[in-house]
């Protein structure tokens, strides 16, 4: 209960009234470090209960609660601290909050409670077998022996790792360092694809079904609304991106030369833009975004992800292609398989008596590397992974002092000087600097400034531009971060591993999300 009521809570006062997240999670440290102090001394701890004038039966329940066998109200105090300890420890959970909350609550709710329902049958579990184990040594029941000293020991410096953030420190390090990575496994779990396949080399790779509708979206750019009634008859693809995403940005192209080459022949491409960040929901930004990508089909804004949940969509980019009796017939998820979408689109026009002529036979994409390229990185305390540095990211409260790490194991990044920690992005308060080491051939960042603010880029301590390494934003040895967009930082040539990028950041310039190119 705790834990489902600490999610709720969490995401509504980070949302609606900005409380930090972390002040829960002190109150849950100070509540361990407590039930551990009391065990410690337990004559201290029944002294001061009577000299506070609780009476004696609340006084009875609590010491019930770590001494009796009716263990009452002491295990419900402690079961409630473990809410905050719990949240977001798990690929899976991360998911269900990012991905499934913000656009199915009812969804997302049931999908909270059977990971509760499974975090607690291992906790009764191990203490069911725990309780009879300790039950056959003697020496385990005496409040005053070494055993139970050394549990409230143990209590006192969970509490403290979880007050301090070295808790999450402490997992990441147990995962990366051990035989079984429990991190690997739970993403396993992740479903995949809502579609049935049929055959991972058919052009027409889903089980075909009745394409949802295209209401209840916001603005429409480069059209008036569209529905599925006015396509009887044409073959659509719709597109899913947003406006920062840089699989996205290398997947519209693509989408652009289709549109052209083949509208006349009665193909219409629609990009629904469903927002990753708060600045891609302003119309405006998506405008200026579809000028500056030479996108010339319709667009619609889903900022309520209205589109997204008909479709039951899961990724940036994703294409359903629809035929001319609006029954879905191939869905793509990410980049790459261009000259398979191409012949399908093609297919599925000559079905419907069109004569073509060449097909437009696209460049090779530019897929990630794969397991040796750093992951997209979250910045933000929501969905932030890979931080190494002190304090820890999510115990940050306001502007906060960091201290930036001494070295960085691979895909790790650190923080140093004046930060603001935020649900999604960390803003520079001044004397700022960002490392990331790194594994790619292409490093891009998503962020903005209210002002332009030139962002200094570094290599291995030397400015991008002198090592021959600075990406296409980068100017003397800076970036001018203005408008809130991708950025391109850094440009290896080829793919590259060990590099540590250093980033000098002014007063007020706000980071999202770096991605890797290849």
Known sequence: MSLVVCTLLLKVTTVLINVPPQAVTYVSGAIIILVGISMLFPMVYAFMLGRLGIESRA???????????????????????LGPVFSSCSPVYAYILATVLPVNFARAFLY????????????LLIGYYGQRFVGRIRFASNPYGWFQRTVAILFIVVGLLVCTGYDKRLQTYVSQHTPFNFDTLSTALLPKK???????????NITSYQAPELTGGDE??????????DLKGKVVLVDFWTYSCINCIRNNPYLETWYNKYKVDGLVIIGVHAPEFAFERVAANV?????????????????????????????????????????VRRLHEGEG?????????????????AHLGAAVNPKPALVPVGAQQTPETYLGRERASGYDGSPALDMAADTTIFTIASSLDQNNWSLGGSWQVESEKIIARGNSTLKFRVAAKDVYLVGGSATPQKVAVLVDGKPAAD?????????????????????????????????????????????NAFTFGS
């Open 287 to 327: 405008k200026q975004a579809v000028k500056d990508q030479h996108i010339t089909y319709p667009v619609v804004l889903d900022n309520n992800f209205t589109i997204w949940n008909a479709f039951a969509n899961q990724s940036w980019p994703a294409s359903y292609l629809i035929d001319q009796n609006g029954q």
């Open 59 to 81: 006084q009875g329940m609590l010491n019930a609660g770590f001494r009796n066998k009716r263990r009452f109200i002491g295990p419900i105090i402690i079961g409630a601290s």
């Open 337 to 353: 398989e261009y000259d398979q979408s191409e012949a399908a689109i093609r297919q599925l026009l000559q079905a419907g008596g």
């Open 194 to 204: 809502k579609h049935p396949v049929i055959s991972d080399s058919a052009l027409f």
């Open 112 to 123: 909270i409670i059977a990971y509760v329902l499974g975090l607690s049958l291992v906790l």
């Open 220 to 229: 429409w750019i480069n059209s008036k609304p569209i529905a599925m009634a």
């Open 467 to 511: 090592s021959g390494f600075a990406g296409a934003d980068v100017h003397d040895g800076a970036a001018t971060f203005g408008e809130a967009r991708l950025y391109r930082l850094v440009d290896f040539k080829s793919f590259s591993s060990e590099h540590e990028i250093e980033l000098q950041v002014p007063a007020g310039v706000e980071l």
